[in-house]
């Protein structure tokens, strides 16, 4: 394994978080731009926060070991291609080897809530688990003995797009009811910006617990919808332990206590539910833990190991 | 890996099916007796039915290369051990180890619907899919690259109680509107049983055909409730093909047509699921194909072949 220093570039919708890890996964420096967008613009934000991440360590592209990438959407991690990433306008990317032949590195390309899985599992010393991503997007990755769970295509973790409730809202997907309408980010913004009074996610369960009838409906829709993501996981795959993260998780002040409650409140009306401890199973990481931008660097280093 | 002869058992809530293969994996001998219920019911169940497989083929116990059973519910694969099995009225048995002592030879045991998914996968040459059990119970079981998925202390699958409709009717586990109250055998006996004038599952899609509205409605609770279990499989695991199979699965002439007609029917208005073709995922075995008691001989191969 080499000592040189590895690059996680978390590349979402908004923003390119980058950072920079020492062999021994000590962070030497960090740098979030705003993402342009398209597949030209793409490439220009991962090589300036790359380049902002060296010039603040002081070293060059040549000392880099390898550049790993996470990335919202379908990618063929083998070829480090980008098959279809909406939110970043893209629908094909040869993302790996354009910033390989650029940076003179080893890139590999991952989707982004799979690298995130991977920094749950490196943080928590764990080989198994589930981790969901609620931001506006709503997916999942899952390690089993240590190893992503990839599905045909990559297509495990979709759970965003199973539609809970066929008399639901329409999702962007075409569907009704999807999770992803019921707990994503954009479903919530939108419900909360018809309230009157106006509530913010951060506020939401505090005015839910001031008695809000609207903010107790909603603040239980929200939370409801992630109970029922972390049930389908553990039911589905077995999972020992679920993590929440994304942005909706972090920015909502109460929910994950909610999510718990909830839970516990559903065993109590079954012991099958009960043996299954799905309230205990469920895990948060720090709100400035950086685990995307970490993921990612942890997939250009499998990557690199494997070559090397 | 030895010559002799393997014995699968799929040990039933009301009969025991036993069956015995060759090297190849040609039939040998095939019984059917009922099973006894309890710990010692089990165990009479399961040598009777051995030994008549045997006589069947003129064999005795001691030319079996190994045995392997599958058992509706919670089961330590690694020890052999049956953990619960409500169906058989089974707390904690160490069913391998009394029966390896009784025949003298490798006994392994294991989930029935894990069984069946690694008979389906060796029947269609698949590494890679989820078997579906819609029977009494409502169970999946999945093999990635080979290898069946369990989970933290072989939970995964336990999709039947994943709940659907929280309004729903109460499930035997506790909760309201689980998969299984919904699509599982007991529930739809129960609403069959309800209607007038009656109908029976076989013909409950001809009567849907006819235009009975209860028989329609209750055609179409059936088939959404599978459609959506296929979806939920796929959107999860990535699951690239979906083996339906099951009591229920068999007895309703039509049935997996309407499953897959719903399936291309939701894609009509999502671009995401046209492009997951869930619809021709679909697969069944034929009914007369002995996927419990085949998967079990495998179980049983799998272990020998590992010690050996």
Excluded at 29 to 39: D, K, W
Excluded at 120 to 149: H, K
Excluded at 151 to 160: P, S
Aim: glycine share 12%; net charge negative; charged share 20%.
């Amino acid at each position: 394994m080499s000592e040189r220093p590895r690059l996680g570039l978390d590349i979402g919708g908004t923003k390119t978080h980058g950072i920079l890890l020492d062999a021994a996964g000590r962070v030497l420096a960090e740098r979030v731009l705003p993402t342009e967008r398209g597949a030209e613009g793409v490439i220009r934000s991962a090589l300036a926060v790359t380049d902002a991440c060296l010039d603040l360590a002081g070293i060059g592209r040549g000392d880099l070991d390898s550049v790993g990438i996470g990335v919202p959407g379908q990618v063929d991690h083998l070829t480090g291609t980008v098959r279809t990433a909406v939110n970043l306008n893209i629908s094909h990317l040869a993302l790996g080897e354009r910033l390989g032949l650029a940076l003179g590195v080893p890139v590999a390309v991952d989707n982004d809530v799979k690298a995130a899985a991977l920094a749950a599992a490196a943080r928590l010393a764990a080989s198994d688990l589930t981790y969901i991503n609620v931001g506006t997007g709503v997916a999942s990755a899952t390690l089993a003995d240590g190893r992503l769970v990839r599905g045909q295509g990559n297509l495990a973790g979709e759970i965003g797009h199973i539609a809970l409730d066929p008399d639901g809202e329409r999702c962007a997907c075409g569907q009704r009811g999807c999770l992803e309408v019921l707990v994503g980010g954009a479903g919530i913004a939108e419900r909360l910006a018809a309230l009157a009074p106006r509530v913010s996610l951060p506020s939401l369960f505090d005015a839910a617990a001031a008695g809000s009838p609207d903010a107790m409906t909603e603040a239980t829709r929200i939370s409801a919808g992630i109970a029922t993501a972390v049930q389908l996981v553990v039911l589905t795959q077995g999972s020992s332990r679920v993590v929440l993260g994304g942005g909706v998780v972090h920015a909502a002040r109460g929910l994950v206590d909610e999510v718990r409650r909830i839970l516990t409140a559903r065993a109590a009306s079954s012991e099958f539910l009960t043996s299954l401890n799905l309230a205990d199973r469920v895990i948060v990481l720090p709100s400035d833990y950086p685990v995307a931008a970490i993921g990612a660097a942890l997939v250009g280093r499998a990557t690199a190991d494997a070559v090397t």
